[in-house]
């Protein structure tokens, strides 16, 4: 049978801890990035074509040129195979722009395994994973799914033992915000003195709750380092994350370099009374229930 498109559905991220260490001599910060994949999905389908090329359907902000990293992806494993990138992408999204979710580090998990297959290159999960790397650091991520503690720069993965499943409301910003912006913002507080820097650590009592499932444990120990930066660029925010905490939310931050909120319920029907009351607060440009942890890179 010849293969005429090949279809991948890849998920969002949240971030469960963030722990920022000081920046390296190459520009990127030392983590401790617990990575939880939610089910708010992009679609990215792959078809042979004269020249690469990138289409996109959903919001608007997104580079269809060589810049898009499913793009970047799909020439990446070209050159490591020795061919042409002769694909067409299209990407469905349905993952916020520039929202602290990995939407762009998604796609290009995507593309790598749509055009592996496309391409019969077979070319198995450690190489995917290392061009993965070398595409961003949320890239490998993206590729596994689940939930993980990534070190270094975030692309050195670890899973991690998960008990059931955690039930999320997002709530939306308008506009985005630039990841090297928030991280320089987080060194610039730190250099005045006003955010502490400490070695990052796995924390104990969020791989303990995991582990049992204790979704109030969860809310307890949710952190991210990245936030009094996120709030420094968009002061709105603090009032969005107090809105989910009145609303009976067992955790609230800032998914990742923000804008998007992330707040945690105990329950499905929890996750519904906590949606509509973000959404009246009319403090959101959209609000989305999810669940986690869901797998990662899927061929549909
Ligand atoms: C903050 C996080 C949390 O998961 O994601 P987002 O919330 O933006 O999605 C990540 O660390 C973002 O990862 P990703 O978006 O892949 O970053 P990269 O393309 O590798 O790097 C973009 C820029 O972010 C900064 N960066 C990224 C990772 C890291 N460990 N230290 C950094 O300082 C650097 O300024 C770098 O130039
Ligand atoms: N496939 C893509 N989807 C989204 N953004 C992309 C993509 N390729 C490149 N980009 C660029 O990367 C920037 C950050 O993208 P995104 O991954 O959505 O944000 P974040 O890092 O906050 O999760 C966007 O503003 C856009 O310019």
């Given amino acids: 049978m010849i293969v005429t498109t090949v279809t991948v559905r890849v998920p969002a991220k949240v971030n469960l801890q963030l722990s920022v260490g000081p920046v390296r001599d190459d520009g990127y910060h030392d983590l401790v990035n617990v990575f939880h994949a939610v089910s708010l999905f992009d679609e990215v389908a792959a078809a042979p074509a004269d020249a690469l090329s990138v289409t996109v359907e959903g919001p608007a902000g997104v580079p269809t040129g060589p810049d898009n990293l499913a793009a970047r992806a799909a020439a990446l494993l070209a050159e490591h195979v020795g061919r042409r990138p002769d694909v067409a992408l299209h990407i469905r999204k349905d993952i916020p722009v520039a929202g602290g979710m990995a939407g762009g580090s998604a796609d290009a998990a995507a593309a790598l395994l749509a055009c592996d297959v496309l391409w019969e290159a077979r070319l198995g999960r450690e190489t995917l994973l290392e061009l993965a790397a070398r595409l961003g650091s949320d890239v ?87 936030q009094p930066a996120a709030l420094s660029l968009r002061p709105s925010l603090r009032d969005a994350l107090a809105v989910g905490r009145a609303a009976g939310a067992l955790g609230s931050l800032v998914s990742g370099s923000g804008p998007t909120c992330a707040f945690l319920a105990a329950s499905l029907d929890h996750a519904a009374e906590l949606a509509a009351a973000l959404n009246d607060s009319g403090r959101f440009a959209a609000v989305r229930p999810v669940s986690g942890p869901v797998p990662g890179v899927t061929l549909v």
């Fill in 140 to 226: 490998p991520f993206a590729l596994l799914g689940g939930t993980a503690v990534g070190l270094g720069r975030g692309e050195r993965l670890t899973p991690v033992e998960v008990t059931g499943e955690f039930h999320w409301v997002f709530g939306y910003a308008d506009g985005g915000l630039s990841t090297p912006a928030v991280y320089a913002e987080c060194d610039r507080l730190r250099a005045a003195g006003e955010q502490d820097s400490v070695w990052p650590q796995v924390s104990d009592d969020l791989m303990a709750a995991l582990k049992t499932g204790d979704a109030e444990a969860l809310g307890r120990a949710l952190h991210n380092d990245l």
